[in-house]
């Protein structure tokens, strides 16, 4: 459980690092779900090349 929460924590800072989502750029509460899905979706992506 230690370790599953060192990751979740490494993933957030990714997102708040490298996509910027320390602060919501969209309004709403869909535009910002979307931004947020987004930015998951490109660091999966990355993740993904770079594991293959």
Do not use: P
Not at 6 to 28: D, M, P, S, Y
């Amino acid at each position: 459980m230690r370790l599953r929460k060192i990751w979740a924590e490494g993933t957030f800072a990714v997102l708040k690092r490298e996509h910027k989502l320390n602060k919501i750029q969209k309004r709403g509460l869909q535009k910002a779900t979307e931004e947020c899905l987004l930015s998951a979706t490109a660091l999966n992506l990355k993740r993904l090349v770079k594991a293959v």
